[in-house]
């Protein structure tokens, strides 16, 4: 089989099939720049795919000729795909015998799409998931092979609902291969008239409209850690919001305050309490070691 896959998401699944199929061929995202010098780093799976001998192709784009041909040259039975980045389209779909397999982090048809992590927290959604999906030309339009519901807590972030999101979904898709191969496992198709579609994110989304309720920005504030980040501007630079709660105390929308020895904001209804804030330039820290080097923090 072929494995695509680009980010931390993708490493447990890419080490399950490789410690129980044969993986001929791994297909990743280029590298990127990244941190503060911005060297190229590698993804994550391609870190892994090198530490396990396996080839390895990093397309820009997945439809350029020299891509297909590796495609071809592999000549995979089966493809699975977990967090990839690129579409696939329907000459990748058909090469495979069994076709392409994708993991995806949500119950389907809830969150098709790029950020279904990040938008089942900025929806308050009490669970979500994984399902093992059979990929079609459509964004994760697939009938279904398998799913499992797993409750988000309530300190979630995007970060740690991840890490156990992409422990399930190997999980249930070892279970689901031997099945789905052997012809034993009928997809399903999904109900198109239930699906909520996940945006893919962008930088700026990060920023935190204090006219918005604290409850609201805190479920933000989760969905966005570690990326793209949450924000708040701050003087002339921008606050990083790490971690943040909402209290039910009242105060002007944008008005900056201290509440309980941390910093806090005023919001459209309650305010928002920074636990761990990064200001430019230095490292994370809490709100309360913030406050001793920000003592103009309080707004009148």
Known sequence: ????????????????????????GVVTQPDRPAGRGRQLRAPAVKLLADKLMLPTMQPQKLRQPEAVQQL?????????????????????????????????????????????????????????????????????????????????????????????????????????LSDYLAGDLQPRAQDGDAATYAAMLKKDDGLLDLSQPAEVLARRVRAFNPRPGA??????????????????????????????????????????????VQPPGKKEMNGRAFLSGARDWESS
């Open 72 to 176: 071809h040259d592999w000549n995979p039975e089966l493809i699975v795909v977990a967090a990839f980045g690129q579409i696939l389209r329907s000459d990748v779909l058909v090469l495979p015998r069994y076709g392409c397999l994708n993991v995806h982090a949500s119950l389907l048809p809830r969150w098709r799409g790029a950020a279904p992590i990040q938008s089942a927290l900025l929806a308050g959604d009490q669970e979500t998931g994984v399902t093992i999906m059979k990929m079609d030309e459509g964004v994760d339009t697939g009938a279904i092979l398998a799913q499992q519901g797993l409750p988000i807590l309530p300190d979630d972030t995007a970060g740690s609902l991840s890490s156990r999101l992409s422990v399930m979904g190997a999980e249930l898709l070892i279970r689901t």
């Open 231 to 276: 924000f708040l501007p701050w003087e002339s630079v921008s606050l990083k919001v790490h971690q943040a709660h909402a209290e039910a105390a009242e105060s002007a929308s944008g008005r900056r305050l201290v509440f309980r020895g941390l910093p806090a904001v005023g919001t459209g209804s309650g305010i928002l309490v920074l636990d761990e």
């Open 1 to 24: 089989m072929v494995f695509m896959g680009s980010p931390e998401f993708a490493i447990p699944i890419l080490q399950a099939l490789a410690d129980r199929y044969e993986v001929v």
